[in-house]
Nanobody, 117 residues
Framework: VQLVESGGGLVQPGGSLSLSCAAS????????MKWFRQAPGKERELVAR????????NYADSVKGRCSISRDNGKSMVYLQITGLKSEDTAVYYC???????????WGQGTQVTVSS
């Protein structure tokens, strides 16, 4: 099982980012997909969640209105886009897969996003 995030880096305030997460080794369409982030010295925070078929999404209040999560079950990919980036969006972003039925979940290794001028 693998979850591999990509797309992080240095972004200027007010800019946008697009993160991708490639999944393999499990039946992707049976898993709810989530993006978390963890800033230095802070607890890991749920950023966004998308249902197995992609019809339902949820967002943290901190990113609501400037964040979009999507998935492509045919490619076993999940995406996260955030616009209007702020310094407080600086964090390591993690992809997480949770089975719709059953227990146990999977995590990616994370990708660093730094918002700075």
């Amino acid at each position: 099982v693998q979850l591999v995030e990509s797309g992080g880096g240095l972004v200027q305030p007010g800019g946008s980012l697009s993160l991708s997460c490639a999944a393999s080794g499990f039946t992707f369409s049976n898993y709810v997909m989530k993006w978390f982030r963890q800033a230095p010295g802070k607890e890991r925070e749920l950023v966004a969640r998308i249902s197995t078929a992609g019809y339902s999404t949820n967002y943290a209040d901190s990113v609501k209105g400037r964040c979009s999560i999507s998935r492509d079950n045919g490619k076993s990919m999940v995406y996260l886009q955030i616009t209007g980036l702020k310094s407080e969006d600086t964090a390591v972003y993690y992809c997480n897969a949770v089975p719709f039925l059953g227990t146990g979940d999977y995590w990616g290794q994370g990708t660093q996003v730094t918002v700075s001028s």
